[in-house]
C-alpha cells in the first residue's frame, strides 16, 4: 500500500502557521514580512515531512528559478578559501536555494568575466555572488548590474555593490595586543608589499596597538617583500640575527609564519620560549601543524559566504536597501586562533 505523501497542510499544522505563510515561505514570495523566526519553523517542519514545493510551479508562479550564481574567482581550486563555498552552500540551502557555481581565474590573466556573468544570467540565476580569492579591489564587468548582487572579500571600485570583508586591521590589533599582553613590547613585523587591502590594514592595527600601549614605533622592525615569494625565512633570518632582536613576531600570514620557524630553528632560537611568533590567515595545514602550534588569525571566509547568501535572500525579499548597503563594505571579525608559539619574553 503506497504512503501518502506529506502536503503544504500538514507542513503547516507541525509548523503552527497558516498554508499561506508556508507557501510564502517554501516560495520565497517577495515582498512579504514573515519573522526569520517563523521560517525557521516552516522550512524545518517542511524538511521533517520531506515536503519541497515544485520547482517548475514555482519558477512559474514567482518569476524566481531558486538559482543563485556563484562567481568564484579561484577559490573553489583554493582549500584555504573553499569555506566561503560551504558557507554560501550552507546557506543557500537553509532558504531552499541552489547554488550555480563557475569556477574562473582573475581577469588580469587576460580572461573577461563578462562571460562568465552571462553563462549565469542564461542560466536564469536571481542573484550573483562574487567571490574572489584574497581582498581586493575589484572592476566588475556591467552585465553583473543587470541582477542584486554581493561581493566576498573584495570591493567594488565603482562603489555600486554590496560587499563583505574581512576586518584587517581588528585581526592585526588581535594578533599584536595577545603579544603586548603576554609582555613583549619589541614586536617585529613581517608585513607584504603589494598595495592590497591587507597589506595596509594589517600594518595599521600593528600601529595602533603600539600606540595605545606606549611603545614607541621603530621602523626597523618592519620588513617587507611581494607576494609572489613571501620570504618569510630571508626576512625572519635577518631580523632575529641581530643583536637587538625582537622578543615577538607578527607575520603577515602563516607561509610567513613558517618561514620564521625555519630562520628561528637555524638561529638556534626556541619557539615561544625565546621567541614568540603570530599569523594571519589561520592556513591549518599550516598553522596546526607546525610545532608548537601556531598561534594566528582566522579569516572569517565561512562567515562571509554566509552573510553574503543571506543579504541577497534579503534584498531579493524586497527587505534591504541595496545602496545603503553598498555605501560601505561590511567587516566582519578576525578572530585570535591562540595556539603555543606564544610566551613570556625572556631575557637574552
Known amino acids: 500500500m503506497a504512503v501518502k505523501s506529506a502536503g503544504i497542510r500538514d507542513v503547516a499544522e507541525l509548523a503552527g502557521v497558516s498554508v499561506t505563510t508556508v507557501s510564502h515561505v517554501l516560495n520565497d514570495t517577495p515582498h512579504t514580512r514573515v519573522a526569520e523566526e517563523t521560517r525557521a519553523r516552516v522550512r524545518h517542519a517542511a524538511k ?3 515536503y519541497g514545493p515544485n520547482r517548475a510551479a514555482q519558477a512559474l508562479r514567482t518569476n524566481r528559478s531558486g538559482l543563485i550564481g556563484l562567481l568564484s574567482e579561484e577559490i573553489a581550486t583554493t582549500p584555504h578559501a573553499g569555506r566561503i563555498i560551504l558557507g554560501a552552500q550552507d546557506a543557500a540551502r537553509e532558504h531552499d ?22 553563462a549565469l544570467l542564461d542560466r536564469q540565476v536571481d542573484a550573483v555572488l562574487y567571490a574572489t580569492m584574497y581582498h581586493r579591489q575589484v572592476s566588475l564587468p556591467p552585465n553583473l548590474q543587470a541582477l542584486p548582487a554581493v561581493l566576498i572579500d573584495s570591493t567594488d571600485r565603482a562603489g555600486i555593490v554590496p560587499a563583505v570583508v574581512p576586518d584587517e586591521v581588528g585581526g592585526a590589533i588581535a594578533a599584536v595586543t595577545h603579544l603586548v599582553e603576554s609582555g613583549h613590547t619589541r614586536i617585529g613585523f613581517l608585513n ?12 595599521e592595527g600593528y600601529r595602533q596597538v603600539l600606540d595605545a600601549h606606549g611603545i614607541s614605533f621603530d621602523a626597523t622592525l618592519v620588513s617587507t617583500a611581494p607576494s609572489e615569494t613571501l620570504p618569510g625565512y630571508e626576512l625572519a633570518r635577518e631580523m632575529l640575527g641581530r643583536r637587538d632582536r625582537p622578543t615577538a613576531l607578527f607575520c603577515y600570514n602563516d607561509r610567513m609564519a613558517m618561514g620564521a620557524y625555519r630562520a628561528a630553528t637555524e638561529l638556534g632560537l626556541s619557539i615561544p620560549d625565546d621567541l614568540s611568533i603570530v599569523g594571519f590567515d589561520n592556513q591549518e595545514l599550516i598553522a596546526a601543524n607546525l610545532f ?57
Request: glycine share 8%.
Open 292 to 348: 608548537p602550534g601556531l598561534t594566528t588569525v582566522a579569516l572569517p571566509h565561512y562567515e562571509m559566504g554566509v552573510w553574503a547568501v543571506e543579504t541577497l535572500v534579503r534584498l531579493l525579499h524586497g527587505e534591504g536597501e541595496y545602496k545603503l548597503l553598498a555605501d560601505k563594505p561590511t567587516l566582519l571579525d578576525c578572530p585570535l586562533v591562540v595556539r603555543g608559539s606564544v610566551a613570556r619574553p625572556t631575557a637574552h
Open 48 to 50: 521533517t515531512l520531506g
Open 192 to 203: 607584504n608589499d603589494d598595495d592590497v587591502p591587507a597589506t595596509h590594514g594589517r600594518f
Open 97 to 118: 536555494l541552489t547554488l550555480v557555481i563557475i569556477n574562473t581565474e582573475r581577469e588580469s590573466s587576460g580572461h573577461s568575466h563578462r562571460d562568465d556573468v552571462q
